[in-house]
């Protein structure tokens, strides 16, 4: 079986601070995704990427940028961190076709 | 958009009792899955279906053949470990293909 490793599981950040998020998969999945859930709130789709290099705009991509340099790899940046910020991001994959989708375990950001 | 609206928002059972959660979509979808978030925050797959219907113990899910615009869970017998908040995610065909939309939530509280 694979796994989905997200880093940090916390971060800490100060207001106007670009922060990043990475995530690692070895399912050798195609497609990866960021998501965004604030507390007791559904998941926001941020940005998703098919294969290596493609990136996808989602519903709630500003103030935010990824990367995926690497098939197995999908990182992504809070460009501008907004104070009293407070969310959990979630990273996912799946292969390319319509199949199951697998979840990291989460990345909780707060923003002093 | 599209969008994923999903219903009830909050669900209180009895144990042994049975009920059935919704997700309509606004437009055609290629597939649906179900989630259930624990109180720790992971995300637990419970069902994909590209079509029909597909059962798992107490867990049976539905998804229209026809227009591809609904998606249901039932749950039967519900049992305290239930307890959770149920997600539906739906992908859409054609050029939004692999964009998983994520329906708000339904917050089930299985009572003794």
């Known amino acids: 079986g694979g796994i989905i490793t997200q880093t940090p599981k916390f971060l800490i950040g100060q207001e106007g601070q670009k922060l990043t998020l990475k995530c690692q998969q070895n399912?050798?999945?195609?497609?990866m995704y960021w998501y965004r859930q604030d507390s007791g709130k559904g998941l926001r789709l941020i940005y998703y990427?098919?294969?290596?290099?493609?990136?996808q705009k989602g519903d709630l991509s500003e103030g935010y940028d990824a990367s995926r340099e690497k098939k197995s790899s999908f990182s992504l940046t809070v460009t501008s961190a907004q104070k009293n910020e407070m969310a959990v991001f979630l990273c996912?994959?799946?292969?390319?076709?319509?199949?199951?989708?697998?979840f990291g375990h989460g990345t909780k950001l707060s923003v002093l | 958009g599209d969008q994923v609206e999903q219903s009830p928002s909050a669900l209180s059972l009895h144990e042994g009792t049975d009920s059935a959660l919704r997700c309509n979509f606004t437009?055609?979808?290629?597939?649906v899955q179900w989630f259930r978030q624990n109180s720790r925050g992971s995300l637990i797959s419970l069902f994909y279906l590209a079509s029909g219907t597909k059962e798992n113990g107490r867990l049976k899910s539905a998804f229209d053949s026809k227009e591809r615009r609904y998606s249901t869970l039932h749950i039967r017998d519900a049992q305290l470990e239930d307890s959770g908040t149920y997600f539906c995610?739906?992908?859409?065909?054609?050029?939004?293909?692999?964009?998983?939309?994520f329906g708000t939530g339904t917050l089930l509280s299985v009572k003794p």
């Open positions: 399912f050798n999945h195609d497609t």
């Open positions: 437009t055609t979808m290629r597939s």
């Open positions: 990427s098919i294969t290596e290099n493609d990136l």
């Open positions: 995610a739906a992908e859409a065909g054609g050029g939004s293909g692999n964009k998983l939309i």
């Open positions: 996912a994959s799946k292969t390319g076709g319509s199949e199951r989708l697998f």
